[in-house]
């Protein structure tokens, strides 16, 4: 079972910026894909940023609203997903949440993922 601690939310100014951090518990070989995903009161939980790799490449994904000025990475050594933000706007307000899954490819969808953490707010004033 993998667990995945999420840290780095706060509160920060329209224009700011903040790094999200994802840690697992244990080594990942079996995780084939991790993401991003936010939910704003009384919304769905939408996704945000997707990350996969096949051992020689990483390739990413954002939603429209982020693209540019949101970055996905990751440290395999440290076990570690990152979410750079940048140039934050009052609509990312919400809880972002870590996520890891089995399958591979695209996964979009928040039910396909197998392991999520516990949430960490973020939350940006105009």
């Known amino acids: 079972q993998v667990q995945l601690v999420e840290s780095g939310g706060g509160v920060v100014q329209a224009g700011g910026s903040l790094r999200l951090s994802c840690i697992a518990s244990?080594?990942?070989?079996?995780?084939?894909?991790m993401a991003w995903f936010r939910q704003a009161p009384g919304k769905v939980r939408d996704f945000v940023a997707h990350?996969?790799?096949?051992?020689?490449?990483?390739?990413?994904d954002y939603a429209h609203s982020v693209k540019g000025r949101f970055t996905i990475s990751r440290d395999r050594a440290k076990n570690t997903l990152y979410l750079q933000m940048n140039n934050l706007e009052p609509g990312d307000t919400a809880v972002y949440y870590c996520?890891?899954?089995?399958?591979?490819?695209?996964?979009?969808?928040?039910?396909?993922?197998?392991?999520w953490g516990q949430g960490t707010q973020v939350t940006v004033s105009s």
């Open positions: 996520a890891a899954t089995l399958r591979r490819g695209l996964i979009l969808d928040p039910a396909q993922y197998n392991y």
């Open positions: 244990q080594r990942t070989d079996s995780i084939n894909a």
């Open positions: 990350m996969t790799w096949d051992g020689i490449t990483d390739y990413r």
